[in-house]
């Protein structure tokens, strides 16, 4: 996913423009992301809702819970999503957000209620509990404590909207959810978000900190050679990002491990790491061409498990991914894919 011309360029990205605008950001003021729910679960609806000239409210995009990105304006352009509004930074205190700040929407109902062993919506509709999340708020005035998972793939497209908005305007130096900027009156996105680690992974300020100039640069990255493998002289762990500080998504690299090498960030590298493990049958589609391999991921989100209804060893693989078929037991599947992710280069041998 990328940025041209202020639209986002990429698979399952469309464009419906809205005429709720405000002009564009003066140069120099755009700095900020914020992250908001719909209070619904339907993408559609809340596109139309943030259409209807009879409501006071827009934004630049809104992403569904498939992970699909429907964009409501170019990012160079102020929309209405903030509203009333305050935040106290470490060098200076804001009071408006819109003309500073690229709004994005998830579909997400928000705060559920509990009632038996059921849970509801605001509007009464039944969620099924898969759905549930338990979490306290990160604002003491918001006492709910059941609300609206957000799927695997709709958090990945948030994370990959956000990565390309930096990537485009190195401006952008924060991101604030709307429960931040508006506490007691909002509660969005709320803590099934995974809010922190967006900061974390992008590279941005972190609330709590005061080196701002330090902490806002993401991290550079280089491009290896196509090709490079690289020989572990040890157990590896294998994270999300060029750091320590980033969460395991896969088992470590083992010693004398060979791993293919894509990309360096100071002293990571970012590697492919062959993963075996089982996953639900239903979800894999055979491949009978000539094609290398045996079959292919055929849902949005399918968990690699460690062996049938066992440990989850990976992160999710997603729909389309390419696997190799190993045997099969029932209802699951072995298989053995490749997975990305970064691990420490002093403990890598160029082969």
């Avoid at 509990?129 to 998972?149: C, L």
Wanted: aromatic letters at 10%; glycine letters at 8%; a neutral charge.
């Amino acid at each position: 996913m990328e940025v041209k011309n202020h639209k986002l360029v990429g698979d399952n990205v469309s464009f419906d423009p809205t005429t709720k605008v405000s002009g564009q950001h003066a140069k120099g003021d755009l700095d900020t992301i914020i992250v908001h729910y719909t209070a619904g679960n339907n993408a559609d609806v809340a596109v139309k809702t943030l259409k209807n000239p009879k409501v006071q409210a827009s934004a630049h995009m809104v992403v569904s819970r498939e992970g699909k990105v429907v964009q409501l304006a170019d990012l160079n352009v102020i929309t209405w999503h903030a509203g009333v509004s305050e935040y106290t930074f470490p060098d200076k205190k804001r009071t408006t957000f819109n003309k500073h700040s690229i709004g994005i929407e998830i579909a997400n109902d928000g705060y559920l209620k509990k009632v038996e062993d059921k849970y509801f919506n605001a509007y009464n509709k039944e969620i099924a509990a898969e759905f549930a999340f338990f979490g306290k708020h990160r604002n003491p005035v918001t006492k709910s404590q059941y609300w609206h998972s957000y799927t695997d793939v709709q958090i990945k497209a948030v994370f990959d909207v956000c990565a390309a908005i930096i990537k485009e305007y190195p401006s952008v130096k924060y991101i604030l959810g709307h429960e931040e900027i508006a506490p007691g009156r909002k509660t969005d996105p709320g803590p099934a978000f995974p809010l922190d680690e967006l900061r974390k992974q992008m590279g941005v300020w972190i609330p709590g900190t005061a080196a701002i100039a330090a902490s806002v640069a993401p991290p550079v990255v280089e491009k290896v050679a196509l090709g490079t493998v690289g020989v572990a002289t040890g157990k590896i762990n294998f994270r999300s990002g060029p750091g320590a500080d980033y969460d395991k998504v896969a088992e470590a690299v083992e010693k004398d491990e060979k791993v293919l090498i894509l990309k360096k960030s100071g002293e990571w590298y970012e590697v492919l790491q062959d993963i075996t493990g089982w996953v639900a049958k239903e979800y894999i589609s055979q491949d009978n061409t000539d094609e290398n391999y045996d079959g292919f991921v055929d849902a949005d989100v399918l968990n690699i498990r460690a062996e049938p209804n066992g440990e989850k060893i990976a992160n999710p693989l997603t729909r389309g991914q390419k696997v190799n078929i190993i045997k099969q037991d029932e209802g699951w599947m072995q298989i053995e894919t490749q997975v990305k992710g970064w691990v420490a280069a002093k403990y890598v041998n160029l082969a």
